[in-house]
């Protein structure tokens, strides 16, 4: 259709095109800030419409009160794994520095630990209380894995959203960012 790249972006630029994401740092921290409070609303969303399921329709099982606790893990989750930045991770230290990327890489392997233990305890609790429940009677507890699901990524998105500073050398090795 186009000979050349310059006849595509003029074919861009005049307006055929309806709208033209910049993958620049400021749009992507925008677009990621957005989903990720998506993300995180609609996990607390889907909690409670599990619980006000489970209570009001017959048939289902209200979650017990210790099912709700790896929700508040997965948001504390996600405080601490915002706590820190990605821009203090740097590609060229050793192992055993006492720098800051390595406490920062120690930070972020201990939040990925309580996040995928959250999710872990979830799955867990879901299949031992609604074991032998068939169908949609068992929406109740999978709310509860959604919404720890939800809030990890929500944690995720919005952590490797954040700008990263342009440094030497730096932009070869975290380009996935």
Known sequence: MF???QEQEEYNCK???PFS???TPQMRH???????GGLF???WLLAVDGAILGEKWEGYKSPPWFMWIPGGVSSFVLLMMNIVSVNDIHPYTLLFDANLSQKVRF???LTFALGFGAIIAIIWMMVDEYNGMDGFHIWPGLCL?????????????????????????????????
């Not at 925008?30 to 990720?36: A, K, M, Q, T």
């Not at 809030?151 to 952590?159: A, N």
């Open 3 to 5: 000979e050349d790249e």
């Open 15 to 17: 307006g055929f095109v």
């Open 21 to 23: 994401i910049h993958n």
């Open 30 to 36: 925008v677009v990621g800030s957005f989903l990720s």
């Open 41 to 43: 609303t609609a996990a």
């Open 107 to 109: 930070w972020l392997f």
């Open 145 to 177: 894995v959604l919404q720890n699901v939800f809030i990890f990524s929500s944690g995720l998105i919005f952590l490797l959203s954040r700008r990263i500073s342009p440094e030497e050398g730096y932009d070869e090795v975290m380009t996935g960012f």
